[in-house]
């Protein structure tokens, strides 16, 4: 997963990010308020976990508030301090869809990141039939693929490989994440077989258009975008 962690507190952080990094997961890290929305509105988690209060004029609930304002459904998991009854409901009033008091075992923060992410997926899966980068469309339920007017016919793990990347469209996908998310490796097998795989699908949504929409990161991964 890529998790935004909103937290003021360096032992907590410490903390937490180890034990992500640990798990395999990706951390982003705000210290402040106006950090954490920044990144929050302008970057694509898994989940956002939150702090309540935290330094400054923008708290965790400000946050938790201007995103939901803005159609931002990022599942948000608060941390607080605060433990009471009121309190809690309040954080999940405002938009928080879980409240964790401090402090708190790892392994219940790692459990309920995973039921906020998983729950998050099934309503995405449930609403979204249509994936779209630039004249790149890609039918889910019906799994079928056109670049423009022209039908693309894909194995499954293309077809697998491509919707990981439509899903991340603009951020750069790491072989990493591949492995780990269309292979289901946890491991590296020292094999090409990500570049196989991503140049096989290149030659069939990119050769003969007029603008290539994958391409190699140097040193990262790959990304499909439709602009630059």
Aim: charged share 30%.
């Amino acid at each position: 997963m890529k998790l935004l962690l909103v937290e003021d507190n360096e032992r907590v952080t410490r903390f937490v990010t180890k034990g992500l990094a640990e798990s395999g997961h990706t951390v982003d890290h705000a210290d402040n308020g106006r950090d954490g929305l920044f990144l929050a509105s302008g970057e694509r988690y898994d989940v956002i976990i939150m702090d309540r209060m935290l330094p400054g004029q923008i708290d965790g609930l400000k946050i938790i508030e201007a995103l939901r304002h803005a159609g931002n459904q990022t599942p948000i998991l608060i941390l607080s301090a605060l433990s009471d009854v009121d309190e809690r409901i309040r954080g999940l009033r405002s938009g928080g869809d879980d409240y964790l008091t401090k402090p708190f075992a790892f392994g219940e923060l790692l459990a309920r990141l995973d039921i906020l992410a998983r729950r998050a997926q099934r309503a995405d899966a449930a609403t979204e039939r249509c994936l779209e980068v630039g004249d790149l469309r890609m039918d889910l339920i019906a799994r079928k693929v056109q670049r423009g007017s022209r039908a693309i016919s894909l194995q499954p793990r293309e077809f697998k490989l491509l919707e990981y990347l439509m899903r991340h469209a603009g951020q750069v996908v790491t072989r990493t994440m591949m492995l780990e998310s269309v292979w289901d490796y946890h491991f590296d097998p020292q094999t090409n077989v990500i570049d196989v795989h991503v140049s096989k699908l290149r030659q069939k949504i990119d050769v003969g258009a007029e603008k290539p929409l994958l391409r190699t990161v140097r040193n990262a991964g790959y990304m499909i975008a439709a602009d630059g």
